[in-house]
């Protein structure tokens, strides 16, 4: 039976790992709550190359079980996170 966890991770200007890799997960959803647009990726994702997210939007994830990373072109970003495994 799956269950769901939330957590928050903040994104910054250099890019930070917003949720660890997990070979369980079946689904991850990404909120932006915070105040600046984040930029979703793997390793080395910028704002270039990441998937952007606006705020107040959202990103699923139902394909893949690797690490996320969030970085911010400026300011201090928020994501709102609930993985189910």
């Not at 600046?36 to 990103?59: D, E, H, K, M």
């Amino acid at each position: 039976m799956a269950s769901a966890v939330n957590t928050v991770a903040a994104a910054g200007a250099i890019a930070s790992l917003a949720l660890a890799a997990n070979p369980a997960r079946v689904s991850a959803l990404f909120v932006n709550s915070g105040a600046v647009p984040v930029y979703l990726g793997q390793v080395g994702v910028t704002p270039s190359n990441g998937i952007p997210i606006q705020l107040g939007q959202s990103f699923i994830d139902e394909a893949s079980d690797s690490a996320w990373y969030a970085v911010t072109s400026g300011g201090t970003g928020q994501l709102t996170i609930c993985e189910v495994s």
